[in-house]
């Protein structure tokens, strides 16, 4: 009867975390075009083709129209849905597994504090709750991560194509292309810090369960939605701020094409530098774009990925309450 709960909780967080990323992603897709295209773009404020949020808007209006602050959506659906799907199945199996006794034993566990769900308790984590929301967050998002990194490359392929290039028909046409002319490793492109910004969500879904917490007190009542949103909004935006540079940094190596790009040597001889490297990516940054290049497009996160993220979680968060209802 336990392993039967404990599959339903997991089924029912599958599809709460594929059904709240898939509103959140459509929600605010204008603003990760533009996001992807500041992070994507080499020059600084001043210099001679560069463009802010509003030139970005601007253009990408100018010659594509509304559809072209739809680029890459096909991608992000298709990203987003097995990796929130895979997040909340993971994060809630690990909190499940190691929160509660092992199976067959009988013994009542000696320490006990609320659950994130409304019903139950789980074991206080070796006296220390915040071991299980860390282990269950940061090896959640390893997972989503490695599996659904290819969906992401194409992506930031989509939303940063110029118009000189020859645009992708869809979703399947780009990786057929991306495989055809770099291979199959320019799917991966990006993966290393993408694993470098589980600290993004180690720090995120921590404090959001004990903001939840705070927020909920002593008492038994379900937390208003409204709360869940402060909640959720207060932790993804610390999140954001803490662990950003990792966003420009896999941008920057998602967007690299063969061949590796040339620099000049002062012998006049040419110069072959595997850009794949994610220090080597990082210092040209700082040399040429100084820190404030590694903050690029940061108050545009800010706006997509909050409401983002708080769409995402009060979706789940309701889903969670109907479809636990259900079997009641």
Not at 245 to 273: C, F, N, Y
Not at 274 to 296: A, F, M, Q
Request: net charge positive; charged share 20%; glycine share 8%.
């Amino acid at each position: 009867m336990q392993q039967s709960g404990s599959k339903k909780w997991t089924a029912n967080s599958i599809i709460a975390g594929a059904g709240g990323g898939l509103v959140a992603s459509i929600a605010t897709c204008p603003l990760d075009v533009i996001k992807t295209r500041l992070q994507a773009q080499q020059a600084v404020p001043g210099q001679q083709g560069y463009q802010g949020v509003l030139g970005i808007f601007k253009t990408t209006l100018r010659h594509d129209g509304i559809r072209g602050l739809y680029r890459g959506l096909g991608p992000t659906i298709l990203g987003y849905l097995p990796t929130w799907a895979i997040y909340f199945a993971v994060y809630d199996g690990i909190k499940t597994r190691f929160g509660e006794p092992p199976l067959g034993d009988g013994s009542r566990p000696r320490h006990v504090y609320p659950a994130p769900q409304p019903k139950g308790y789980q074991p206080l984590m070796r006296d220390h709750p915040w071991t299980l929301h860390i282990l269950s967050a940061m090896t959640a998002g390893a997972v989503s991560t490695t599996c659904t990194t290819p969906l992401w490359v194409i992506k930031t392929r989509f939303m940063t194509q110029s118009r000189r290039e020859v645009r992708y028909r869809h979703t399947f046409d780009a990786a057929w292309t991306i495989y055809e002319t770099e291979g199959l490793r320019a799917f991966y492109r990006g993966l290393l810090p993408s694993l470098i910004g589980i600290t993004h969500v180690a720090v995120q879904f921590p404090l959001y369960e004990w903001l939840k917490k705070w927020a909920q007190g002593q008492s038994d009542v379900p937390l208003r939605s409204h709360v869940i949103l402060l909640c959720s909004a207060i932790a993804k935006m610390t999140a954001s701020v803490a662990t950003y540079p990792h966003e420009v940094i896999r941008t920057r190596l998602q967007t690299l094409r063969l061949p590796i790009a040339e620099d000049m040597s002062s012998d006049g001889m040419i110069k072959l530098h595997d850009r794949r490297s994610v220090i080597y990516i990082t210092r040209k940054i700082v040399e040429k774009e100084g820190w404030t290049g590694l903050y690029k497009g940061l108050s545009v996160n800010l706006f997509r990925t909050v409401p983002n993220s708080a769409v995402t979680l009060l979706t789940y968060e309701l889903l969670m309450q109907h479809l636990s209802s259900r079997y009641d």
